[in-house]
């Protein structure tokens, strides 16, 4: 996929990408924060060789677009989103058991953002999301995010069931999770090569997502609401997948 410029923001997102040596072009800074924490950030631009600039805070806002920033902007060029060449590549050169996260449908940057972060925590290869029906990778994504969008591959898809099949056909395991299964999500055996699928916000998983799962699992709900924020059941589920296969 071709590369594009795009805004990294916030302290923690900032920070991590600098630290990962990510092909950064441009820090721009609020000039009205001279705190160690922005020091720190500057400190890393000037040992990597980005320049770094001081403008007034709306300004900062009107050239990223973005007023929730933590007075810091960092301007990269990269791939935005992986594609399926990519993901069959990575899947070829795993030492050990895959573990991906696939998100049918999740259209909130912050949802997407904390499952990336979770999903780093938890030792994820990749996130999988459909082209259509999905949010991207936004500057808000990369917020929330707070760094692990700089270490989390995102792979869109154009056809998630044939991709779901495809998984199949490689030996991994379609855990789906849907409110309506019979098994609970600590009945089912997590440790070897897994997919673990999320439905969107509004409507769950859909019925092809659902159908070429392998097996569905509920999370048990002891309370009066029904379901889990996507992100939250997302980070449950991988914990308990990190739990199993330690």
């Given at each position: 996929?071709?590369?594009?410029?795009?805004?990294?923001?916030?302290?923690?997102?900032?920070?991590?990408?600098?630290?990962?040596?990510?092909?950064?072009?441009?820090?721009?800074?609020?000039?009205?924060?001279?705190?160690?924490?922005?020091?720190?950030?500057?400190?890393?631009?000037?040992?990597?060789?980005?320049?770094?600039?001081?403008?007034?805070?709306?300004?900062?806002?009107?050239?990223?677009?973005?007023?929730?920033?933590?007075?810091?902007?960092?301007?990269?060029?990269?791939?935005?989103?992986?594609?399926?060449?990519?993901?069959?590549?990575l899947l070829k050169r795993l030492d050990g058991p895959p573990l991906l996260l696939i998100l049918d449908g999740v259209k909130d940057p912050h949802n997407l953002g904390a499952c990336m972060r979770t999903a780093d925590g938890a030792g994820v290869n990749a996130i999988v999301i459909p082209k259509d029906r999905?949010?991207?990778?936004?500057?808000?994504?990369?917020?929330?995010?707070?760094?692990?969008?700089?270490?989390?591959?995102?792979?869109?898809?154009?056809?998630?069931?044939?991709?779901?099949?495809?998984?199949?056909?490689?030996?991994?395991w379609l855990i789906g999770t849907a409110g309506e299964a019979q098994q609970t999500l600590y009945q089912a055996d997590l440790s070897g090569p897994l997919a673990l699928i999320m439905g969107g916000e509004e409507k769950g998983l859909r019925r092809l997502t659902r159908e070429n799962c392998d097996l569905l699992v509920k999370l048990p709900m002891q309370g009066s609401v029904e379901s889990l924020n996507v992100s939250v059941a997302a980070g449950v589920s991988l914990y308990e997948a990190l739990r199993q296969r330690q």
């Amino acid at each position: 996929m071709s590369d594009q410029r795009s805004w990294i923001l916030g302290l923690h997102a900032v920070k991590a990408a600098l630290q990962q040596n990510r092909a950064a072009e441009l820090l721009l800074v609020d000039a009205a924060r001279h705190d160690a924490r922005i020091r720190e950030v500057i400190s890393l631009a000037e040992a990597a060789g980005v320049s770094c600039q001081k403008i007034a805070g709306k300004k900062l806002d009107e050239q990223v677009e973005e007023s929730h920033h933590q007075g810091v902007a960092l301007r990269i060029r990269q791939q935005q989103i992986q594609d399926e060449p990519y993901l069959k590549a990575l899947l070829k050169r795993l030492d050990g058991p895959p573990l991906l996260l696939i998100l049918d449908g999740v259209k909130d940057p912050h949802n997407l953002g904390a499952c990336m972060r979770t999903a780093d925590g938890a030792g994820v290869n990749a996130i999988v999301i459909p082209k259509d029906r999905s949010v991207g990778l936004t500057a808000t994504v990369r917020k929330v995010a707070s760094g692990a969008a700089e270490t989390v591959p995102l792979i869109q898809v154009t056809n998630l069931a044939r991709t779901l099949k495809w998984l199949k056909a490689e030996g991994i395991w379609l855990i789906g999770t849907a409110g309506e299964a019979q098994q609970t999500l600590y009945q089912a055996d997590l440790s070897g090569p897994l997919a673990l699928i999320m439905g969107g916000e509004e409507k769950g998983l859909r019925r092809l997502t659902r159908e070429n799962c392998d097996l569905l699992v509920k999370l048990p709900m002891q309370g009066s609401v029904e379901s889990l924020n996507v992100s939250v059941a997302a980070g449950v589920s991988l914990y308990e997948a990190l739990r199993q296969r330690q």
